[in-house]
Nanobody, 115 residues
Framework: QVQLVESGGDLVHPGGSLRLSCAAS????????MGWYRQAPGKQRWWVATIFSGGQTNYADSVKGRFTISRDNGKNVMYLQMKLLKPEDTAVYYC?????????WGQGTQVTVST
């Protein structure tokens, strides 16, 4: 099992930037595929981006070109760099780790994009 803790959420103006972090308790997170999801009020949780153990990345079309997912396996941390933020990016952002034993979720961090 692995425990995940997100941080970095904040209130930001449209066009601004934020970097989210997801710290993993596992001594070795290289075996996990890691991802970010988000859930806006009253809506279902949506996939945002994934990074595999080899470094390959995938993005939802809505964030492609604005968000960058990365991981530092030595520090057991995953990041989501977000730029050109829009009000529709407002949501609770969750990180997820997946391996053959299952999916593990963090508690979420709130991102609000507003004037």
């Amino acid at each position: 099992q692995v425990q995940l803790v997100e941080s970095g959420g904040d209130l930001v103006h449209p066009g601004g930037s934020l970097r989210l972090s997801c710290a993993a308790s596992s001594r070795d997170m290289t075996s996990y595929a890691m991802g970010w999801y988000r859930q806006a009020p009253g809506k279902q949780r949506w996939w945002v981006a994934t990074i595999f153990s080899g470094g390959q990345t995938n993005y939802a079309d809505s964030v492609k070109g604005r968000f960058t997912i990365s991981r530092d396996n030595g520090k057991n941390v995953m990041y989501l760099q977000m730029k050109l933020l829009k009000p529709e990016d407002t949501a609770v952002y969750y990180c997820k780790a997946s391996d053959r034993t299952g999916d593990y979720w963090g508690q979420g961090t709130q991102v609000t994009v507003s004037t």
